[in-house]
């Protein structure tokens, strides 16, 4: 189980890495402007984060 959740771990890193290429004129590290589904975007990996922390400690 643990080695399942690093490969998702860093398949979900290697992702946000290169998200910046992906990213329309006004987004990525030289200027930022929001929609709002950037927010639920956020919103989501949050929660995403929690569910992994909560289930990761479960089986402990």
Same mark, same amino acid.
């Given at each position: 189980m643990p080695q399942?959740? !690093?490969? !998702?771990l860093s398949f979900v890193l290697a992702w946000l890495a290169c998200a910046p290429a992906l990213a329309h004129e006004g987004h990525g590290l030289a200027g930022s402007h929001w929609h709002v589904t950037d927010?639920?975007?956020f919103a989501a990996l949050g929660l995403g984060l929690v569910a992994l922390i909560w289930f990761s400690k479960g089986e402990k």
């Open positions: 399942q959740i !690093l490969k !998702l927010a639920w975007g």
